[in-house]
């Protein structure tokens, strides 16, 4: 049976008034760009919030082509935004409060049709708005696209993995990183823009290593001091071979490599 609801909260360092501008007029600034966040991730060109009542919430194609997500029911700058969903049976509703420090940002998603349809998809995607806020005032307000290639790794426990990548060998994450004892179904880490997905292992792995990462890091002696605080399986120290790099294991053997970043990379 479908939750009636769903709700989520974050806080914000900007008064009320600009944080309903950055969630309506910046959402596609702030919407993180994967293939599990759009419903056809394979032609979405932008999201975009009409102002006003009758407004729409759009996924954008290319041309005139885009998917109604919502439209407009609320629409009270700095205070509240509400919408009745197109392409499921919920209503939504954003409050912009005032706290100390900046605004809490609340969204409830409710059920309107008994037994209906919900993507109850604002607990995750609330997420992300802190993040673009704290950036926004130094950033190119440039989209942040992942580049055409992905790895994924297969681990035992990815959750426990996705923890451990992060705080011994420094990925970072666009979204959120599994709390202790959660499964969820996607995790994505982050080199630059090249997206790190780590997945549940269903089979035996196989005995012969058939391939390694590599990651270009801003530091390499930080990087490597950090590793091995960390408890990474140091396979070789720095050495230099026209660049610098060392070789690790991560928690579950799969073997690491990173160099030293040149001052250009982005």
């Known amino acids: ?28 600034l702030w919407w993180l760009r994967n293939p599990i966040n759009f419903f056809d991730s394979g ?21 005139d082509d885009a998917l109604e997500l919502a439209k407009i029911t609320d629409w009270e700058p700095g205070t509240r935004l509400g919408y009745r969903s197109s392409v499921d049976d919920t209503a939504t509703q954003v409050d912009f409060e005032a706290v100390d420090g900046g605004t809490r940002v609340t969204v409830v998603q409710s059920l309107v049709v008994d037994d209906g349809r919900a993507f109850y998809f604002w607990p995750r995607v609330l997420r992300w708005l802190p993040g673009w806020v704290d950036r926004r005032g130094t950033a190119d307000n440039q989209l942040r ?20 990548l992060h705080e011994v060998f420094g990925l970072g994450s666009w979204d959120t990183l599994p709390a202790e004892g ?34 270009y890091v801003d530091d390499l002696d930080a990087h490597f001091a950090q ?19 060392y070789e690790a294991e991560d928690l579950e053997g799969h073997p690491w490599t990173f160099a030293q970043a040149r001052p250009t990379m982005v």
């Open 43 to 63: 032609r979405v060109t932008a999201m975009r919030i009409e102002p006003g009542v009758g407004g729409r919430v759009l996924e954008v194609y290319s041309g």
């Open 182 to 215: 959660t499964t969820p179904s996607w995790i994505e880490l982050h080199a630059g823009s090249v997206a790190i997905l780590l997945f549940k292992r269903t089979e035996a792995r196989p005995t012969a290593v058939d391939h390694n990462i590599w990651v």
């Open 145 to 164: 696209e992942l580049d055409r290639l992905s790895v994924g790794l297969y681990y035992d426990d990815p959750a426990a993995a996705a923890r451990w």
């Open 1 to 28: 049976m479908t939750e009636p609801s769903a709700r989520a909260s974050v806080q914000v360092a900007v008064d009320p008034a600009t944080a309903f501008q950055v969630f309506t007029e910046e959402i596609d």
């Open 227 to 245: 590793a091995q605080s960390g408890g990474a399986k140091i396979l070789t120290d720095i050495h230099s071979h026209g660049y610098r790099c």
